[in-house]
């Protein structure tokens, strides 16, 4: 679904370096790196937010450089690590506003919309909460809300920076195993970065490290603690 | 749209009629029904009662309209652009755009500028150059209340300009001049109201199509691009539909302040949504029976004292303003 070829992501200068890389539909990875090593410019770069320094993305063998935002729509759907809430929104709204790229000039929902919506919820189990203002909600639901809103997005591919950054434990599992779920259950391509090393490990997902001193990306499926504490640390 | 926001807007749509009435009705001189049966369908301006409806309080209410519909569009368009609710045409500098132009323009003495389509020309081109210097200055400046300031800084700015252009002016230009920027929905003359209307149906059909990409625009910049949303032609649209509507009023009526911020927010506390059907729907009946409701009250009260509108507005927005400034820091 994503591949990546010699890329070079980062601003002037390049921050990371991925030789060659395929991420799958139906897999989900997670990205764990130390703080400034480029985990959340990776994510804009594959966004279509940020160029890249140099060499090439495909998603859906399509290269990126080469998408416009439009197109980018449907194929990516991005979930930042805090949800603050918008006054007056209320969750239904909010997660309709994933429908966006399939709306008619006016914005106006389809029977269909209302139906990927609905579906959306139900996914996230936060049916309780579509009446409810986005102010008025505490932060999980928040994020479990911003899930909702990139599922509704239909796209084969979700990427989120940090979602649990700002979660208590038993939110940070729960928002970690509906994310592996959908990407085992509904055949999506999941990438997240994140600091939860030890749910992460526990729950047997994916890791794509970045390894401090030589900047590369690397895909392993059978990390240890203290091998990434020792790559990206240095500790 | 939910149940709730449709009565209201129905509400609003009874009142506009009853208030619109009120309007036509409230002046000095009594008119009789036939009067205005007649100022449309069987005109004759040998009767005076005729003329006053067809010369005077007609397009006075038409102006009413025109005008505190079109500022409080334009105030719910900056505010959403800005996602900042303390953003407006008048504080952002965009009025001050259209006044200098104007300004220039009657001060000059070159009569092209004070033709209606000089005016309206002028007053557009101001509004415009000063809307792309606000947005010129929002990429920079990232924090909301000091957008505001420069706003404010840029209105001191042309006013001061302004004010260096009158004194080197000519008596004749000063007065014309000065009547202007008292602010009045009264200098519009009856052959003006079709390219007034004109203007004012374009800037309202043209807003139509900016709901979509306003409601998605509520997420952020970022959010919205990702969303497929082009958010640079965007804004360059929202600017320009802004100095339309914003440059409009100014050029006929003058400087209106405070329905352009206070409306929108008005909107906002009662409908409490983000759908911009639903806001600017609002905005269009809110922002009319605003003024209309002001300009009743200058009708009212010119036997004993003539205020300009722009001290109603004034009288009323302010305190308004500051009552959610401090809602929205409890």
New interface residues.
Partial sequence: MIEFKNTQIGYQQPLLFIDELNLNSGEIHVLIGANGKGKTTLLKSINGLQALVSGQIEIDHRLTSALNHKDLSNLVAFVSSKFEGIEHLKVYDFIALGRTPYTNLFGRLSSEDHIQIQHAINTLGIDYLSDKLTTEISDGERQLSAIARALAQETPIITLDEPTAFLDYANRVKVLSILKSLATNQHKCIVLSSHDIDICLEMNLPILYIDSSSNHLIKTNTASKSLLLQHCFGM | MEKRHRILLIIALVLLPVLAYFHLTIGQIQLSSADFYNAFFNYSDSETGQLLVREFRLPRLIMAIVAGSSLAIAGMLMQTLFKNPLAGPYILGINSGASIAVALGTLSGISMFSSNIGLIGLALIGALVFGFIVLGFSLFVRNSLSLLLVGIMIGSFTSAITSLLQTISSADSLKVFTIWGMGSLQQVELSQIGIITVFFILGIFFS??L??PL??L??GE??S??????VKNLRIIIIVITALLAGLVTAFCGPIAFVGLAIPNLC?ML?????H?VLLLGNILLGALFLISCDILVQGLEPFILVPINVITSIVGAPFVIFIILKRLA
């Fill in positions: 139509f199509f709901i979509k409601n998605a509520v997420l970022n959010a691009l990702l969303l497929g949303v082009p906002k409908f409490k949504t983000q759908q059907l």
